[in-house]
């Protein structure tokens, strides 16, 4: 079982939040998209990502519950490539449209396990005991220059380069995509975050936070605060994620919330998903 709690903010310098998320509580499936491109282009594709991949994996994983097999790490890599499909195709027939695309971070938790999918520099971290790891690796030039031994990592604290990326959702017909799965603990914390964060937020005091005897609703308040006291230069998400003892009486009561929203919501992100991408200016 597993408690999950998640938040957004536009920032201190954005006028507009590119940023999407989608928390399936019901099938334990949390994605983050971080959109870029022009005018309001990166908007509907960070929304197009989190609504086609939480589609495709939900379909995906309830036929998994009639057929009692499923192979998550196929799945989970099929549909982002898809929803990369489906976002390349919108941008070459919209013209408002062109070069639009988002990063993304998914992940599909069941007990003892964790699939994750990412493209991009949208992260997920793992806070277990007194370890805070990054379980993902940035697809960005900084990256490569770290890597390559060109740069240190004091250096990249303050590089031009932080932002460029080199994979996303939408720039070509095909994307590849890193597909992992770890074990879960009881006790581990997740946080799936877009670069809002990390890139306000240095990696030690994301840790303190995530280590901390608050809530996950104030743990993720307090990351977003940190974000724009240090200046708020993006759009920032989070999710939280809480891998709980299967008894736990919390993680029961709150798949029960979860289905309640769920069944509210109906076919809610659709209906904005076609509402932005027939609104685009």
């Known amino acids: 079982m597993f408690d999950i709690a998640s938040l957004t903010h536009l920032g201190m310098v954005r006028a507009r939040n590119e940023d999407n998320h989608v928390v399936d509580a019901v099938n334990d499936v949390v994605i983050v998209a971080d959109g870029m491109g022009g005018y309001n282009a990166g908007e509907v594709a960070s ?9 495709g994996l939900g379909a995906g994983l309830s036929r998994a ?14 549909q982002v490539e898809q929803a990369n499909g489906a976002i390349h195709d919108a941008a070459q027939a919209q013209p408002q449209c062109a070069g639009m695309g988002a990063t993304l971070v998914a992940a ?3 007990p003892g396990r964790v699939t994750v999918a990412h493209v991009g520099d949208s ?11 990054a379980l993902t690796r940035d697809h960005s030039v900084l990256q490569e220059q770290l ?9 990249a604290l303050i590089s031009r380069n932080r932002n460029l990326v080199t994979r ?3 720039m070509a017909s095909t994307v590849e995509v890193d597909v992992a799965q770890h074990e879960v603990l009881p006790g581990d914390l997740y946080l799936l975050c877009s670069d809002g964060l990390n890139d306000m937020v240095a990696h030690d005091r994301i840790g303190q936070v995530l280590s901390g ?21 993006d759009n920032v998400t989070v999710i939280l994620v809480r ?8 993680g029961l009561l709150q798949r029960i919330r979860a289905a309640v929203q769920r069944w509210r919501s109906g076919i809610a992100p659709a209906v904005i998903l076609d509402y932005q991408l027939n609104n685009v200016r």
């Open 147 to 155: 890597d390559g031994g060109l740069i240190s990592q004091e250096e």
């Open 213 to 233: 005897a608050l809530d996950l609703g104030q743990m993720a308040q307090q990351l977003l605060a940190l974000a724009n006291a240090n200046g708020g230069h």
């Open 243 to 250: 891998a709980l003892a299967e008894n736990s009486r919390r």
């Open 108 to 110: 599909i938790f069941e």
């Open 47 to 55: 929304a197009m990502a989190v609504t086609l991949l939480a589609a």
């Open 168 to 170: 996303a959702l939408g």
């Open 123 to 133: 992260r997920l971290y793992r806070a277990r005991g007194a370890r805070f790891d």
């Open 65 to 78: 519950r009639a057929k009692f097999k499923l192979d998550r790490k196929l799945l989970i890599k099929t």
